[in-house]
């Protein structure tokens, strides 16, 4: 899904956020968009019941919209094999503009890293005597020809035939564990096979002769031919050894693709390093991050549904794109770079604005993104009880319930008793499934809602549901709660509130009397009876 624009509702997901984000994808997709809708956590048991009532699947959980390492343009497919010779590591980091490269086996595990300060201390201070590396790196590095191949791989001691002949034939032993370097000395080319050596390497693109190379077939001699003399030969000869000769048993700083960006630049802050390896969770090495070089940064596109505050959405919303809104509450404290299409309707709730963008663009509605839309208009409306309710979320229900074939009243009924069943839930679940935060000057207010068609089942518990809604305000630090169990039956809600701000909120309620549990009657809204009276009493202190 990384190319994808992710459509999401508010942090507690509740029916009208999930139908609005899936009915919007699926008409961005019908127009050639690519849009994912998610969810930010756990459904709600109402939310569940109208999934599977019109068989659609569950969106995906999103944790958050921070920026990984998976966002940023590092250097992907950066690496060389273990096996490959130090000349082709080299070139590989002269070709990217790099200073270091990762290794990997043949597998892509990463199995260390190696830098051009390691490749120098080899050119200056390596082994120029021994050599273990295979016959393909050789005809690479020295720009060779294959004449005789017996072996992949060479192991041998370097011997550069610079002697007169009749000194190497008189002083020098030679034998299968040696690699002479030699130009056309026929004498010593022929003193090489007879002992069998491991290589011989013919610098000069010379010719061997027919009668040494049935000798060499016949005692195993590898043999390689090179156009470059005896200097340039020797002097490259030990690039071809395995990259890995280089490799150290230090510990490696290695970054996993789906790390955080800021959690990665503290690092290396305290690191002090500029190469490191990406691998995803296998340890399969992807390419290589430098820290300097981070400048192309893929913010996750995302459209709001449902929501405009920041607190209420997505953890790392800063670090995304914003491509668009729509919403049906106030206008929050969001803000954008770029101007973006922002559509915020006077509604009881975002499906019926979802609804008239389809009607707008003249795109078919299939029965079950009809039957998914109607679903968020009676959830939010509360089956155009609330006070939020406007004449269009009927027309638009009445049309949505007749594409899906539905009596709205039937259908309601049930929907409403799946969500408002209580079993199995845990009271701190029944408290935050559908809890808002709301940052008002320097407080933040939180208001549980609980819709309910049994409100004495909350009510004969009231006093252990306080002890945790104190418990779960003091933790979280909010300055003010209280719970709304509206009562769709009775037509209005009961209160429970946090005893240390029980002043504050009769006075903000406008209350004669306040007591917990208290019936407050027509109150169905927390957007617009609830919240609206809060904001005002905090800020006209």
Same mark, same amino acid.
């Given at each position: ?5 992710? +459509?999401f509702?508010h ?7 999930v ?15 690519n849009t994912?809708p998610?969810?930010?956590d756990?459904?709600n048991?109402?939310?569940e019941f109208?999934?599977d009532?019109?068989?659609?699947k569950?969106?995906?959980f $999103? ?9 940023? /343009?590092y250097?992907?497919?950066?690496f =060389? ?9 080299y &070139?590989e980091?002269i070709?990217q !503009?790099?200073?270091? +490269?990762?290794i990997?086996?043949?597998?892509q595990?990463?199995?260390?890293l190696?830098t051009?300060?390691?490749i120098?201390h ?5 082994d120029f005597?021994?050599?273990?590396t !295979?016959?393909?790196?050789?005809l ?8 005789l191949?017996?072996d992949?791989e060479?192991h041998?001691e370097i ?5 007169r002949?009749?000194?190497?034939l ?6 299968n564990?040696h690699?002479?370097?030699?130009? /056309?000395r026929? !004498?010593v ?8 050596v ?7 693109g010379?010719? +061997?002769k027919?009668?040494?190379?049935e000798m060499a077939?016949?005692n195993?001699?590898?043999?390689i031919s090179t156009p470059l003399?005896?200097?340039h030969?020797?002097?490259?000869i030990?690039?071809s050894?395995?990259v890995?000769? $280089?490799?150290?048993r230090a510990?490696i700083?290695?970054?996993k693709?789906?790390?955080?960006l800021?959690?990665f630049?503290e690092l290396?802050? #305290? ?6 390896p ?7 090495c ?6 300097? /070089? ?8 995302v ?5 405009n &505050? ?6 790392? $919303?800063?670090e995304a794109?914003?491509v668009?809104i729509v919403?049906?509450h106030?206008i929050g404290d969001?803000s954008?770079?770029v101007?973006?299409?922002f559509r915020n309707?006077n509604v009881g709730s975002?499906?019926t604005i979802?609804y008239?963008m389809y009607l707008?663009?003249n795109?078919?509605i299939p029965?079950d993104?009809?039957g ?5 208009i009676?959830?939010?409306?509360? *089956? ?9 979320? *009927? ?6 319930a007749r ?11 049930r929907?409403f ?6 079993d199995?839930?845990?009271i701190e ?6 809890m808002?935060?709301f940052?008002?000057d320097k407080e933040k207010v939180?208001v549980?809602q609980?819709?309910t ?5 909350i009510?004969?518990?009231k006093?252990d549901?306080?002890? =945790?809604? &104190? ?10 709660g209280l719970m709304?169990l ?5 037509n209005?809600?009961?209160?429970l509130y946090d005893p240390s701000?029980e002043e ?5 309620l406008?209350? #004669?009397?306040i007591y917990q549990?208290?019936?407050?009657e027509?109150?169905? !809204?927390r ?6 009276k809060?904001m005002?009493?905090i800020k006209?202190?």
């Amino acid at each position: 899904m990384k190319d994808t624009t992710y +459509i999401f509702g508010h942090r507690r997901p509740d029916t009208d956020s999930v139908a609005a984000s899936i009915a919007l994808s699926y008409l961005k997709n019908t127009r050639g968009h690519n849009t994912t809708p998610v969810i930010l956590d756990h459904l709600n048991k109402e939310t569940e019941f109208v999934l599977d009532y019109f068989n659609i699947k569950e969106p995906e959980f $999103l944790n958050d919209v921070k920026l990984r390492i998976e966002d940023i /343009d590092y250097y992907k497919e950066c690496f =060389v094999e273990d096996t490959d010779s130090i000349k082709k590591a080299y &070139e590989e980091i002269i070709k990217q !503009s790099i200073t270091g +490269i990762p290794i990997v086996n043949k597998r892509q595990q990463l199995l260390g890293l190696i830098t051009m300060k390691m490749i120098a201390h080899e050119l200056i201070s390596g082994d120029f005597t021994n050599l273990t590396t !295979s016959y393909d790196n050789l005809l690479e590095t020295l720009e060779g020809k294959e004449v005789l191949r017996f072996d992949d791989e060479i192991h041998g001691e370097i011997y550069a035939a610079a002697f007169r002949s009749t000194t190497i034939l008189n002083s020098v032993e030679l034998n299968n564990n040696h690699i002479v370097i030699v130009g /056309d000395r026929h !004498s010593v080319i022929e003193y090489a096979i007879e002992n069998k050596v491991k290589l011989l390497i013919i610098v000069g693109g010379r010719e +061997i002769k027919p009668k040494h190379l049935e000798m060499a077939k016949k005692n195993n001699v590898n043999i390689i031919s090179t156009p470059l003399d005896t200097f340039h030969t020797t002097k490259m000869i030990g690039l071809s050894s395995y990259v890995k000769s $280089l490799l150290t048993r230090a510990r490696i700083e290695r970054i996993k693709d789906t790390d955080y960006l800021d959690s990665f630049m503290e690092l290396s802050s #305290k690191q002090g390093y500029n190469n490191y390896p990406v691998v995803n969770s296998k340890n399969k090495c992807l390419g290589l991050i430098r820290v300097t /070089d981070i400048k192309e940064i893929n913010r996750k596109k995302v459209i709001l549904v449902d929501h405009n &505050e920041m607190d209420q959405s997505a953890i790392g $919303l800063k670090e995304a794109e914003i491509v668009e809104i729509v919403d049906h509450h106030k206008i929050g404290d969001l803000s954008t770079n770029v101007p973006i299409n922002f559509r915020n309707m006077n509604v009881g709730s975002t499906s019926t604005i979802i609804y008239n963008m389809y009607l707008e663009t003249n795109t078919e509605i299939p029965m079950d993104m009809a039957g998914l839309m109607l679903s968020g208009i009676i959830s939010d409306t509360l *089956k155009f009880t609330s006070p939020t309710t406007t004449e269009r979320d *009927k027309a638009t229900a009445i049309d949505l319930a007749r594409i899906a074939e539905l009596d709205i009243d039937t259908y309601a009924t049930r929907m409403f008793k799946a969500g408002t069943r209580l079993d199995g839930k845990t009271i701190e679940e029944v408290i935050t499934t559908d809890m808002k935060i709301f940052p008002i000057d320097k407080e933040k207010v939180a208001v549980s809602q609980v819709i309910t068609l049994n409100s004495e089942e909350i009510l004969d518990k009231k006093e252990d549901y306080l002890r =945790v809604f &104190e418990d779960i305000l003091r933790d979280r630090r909010y300055t003010m709660g209280l719970m709304c169990l509206t009562d769709i039956i009775a037509n209005g809600s009961y209160i429970l509130y946090d005893p240390s701000n029980e002043e504050r909120i009769k006075e903000a309620l406008g209350l #004669k009397e306040i007591y917990q549990g208290i019936y407050l009657e027509g109150i169905l !809204s927390r957007k617009k009876q609830i919240i609206p009276k809060l904001m005002s009493y905090i800020k006209g202190r």
